[in-house]
Nanobody, 126 residues
């Protein structure tokens, strides 16, 4: 059972930046494709970004492309989400997720992921 612990959320003004971290308990972290999702009140959980386990390639939702950057440090069992130019529409609980050794490099599908963190709140004020 992989445990994922997110951190780095908080309150920020529009135009500001935050960096989220997600540390995994699993020492074989490198065989997991990783993703970030978010959920605002009354809205279904939506894909934000993913990073491959084989190539390290990245993939973003259109709404965050050019503003958010996902990265991973396998030596630290950690995936990051750097968020720039935040706006109030980015307000949500952000979740990281892990997909064990899939036969693809990464996925934007919620159902692809095997393990989820507890989430971290990001609030952007206008």
């Amino acid at each position: 059972q992989v445990q994922l612990v997110e951190s780095g959320g908080g309150l920020v003004q529009a135009g500001g930046s935050l960096r989220l971290s997600c540390e995994a308990s699993e020492r074989t972290f490198g065989v997991y494709a990783m993703g970030w999702f978010r959920q605002a009140p009354g809205i279904e959980r939506e894909f934000v970004a993913a990073i491959g386990w084989r190539s390290g390639s990245t993939y973003y939702a259109d709404s965050v492309k050019g503003r958010f950057t996902i990265s991973r440090d396998n030596a630290k069992n950690t995936v990051y989400l750097k968020m720039n130019s935040l706006n109030p529409e980015d307000t949500a609980v952000y979740y990281c997720a892990a997909d064990y050794r899939p036969n693809y490099d990464y996925s934007s599908r919620y159902a692809s992921y095997d393990y989820w963190g507890q989430g971290t709140q990001v609030t952007v004020s206008s």
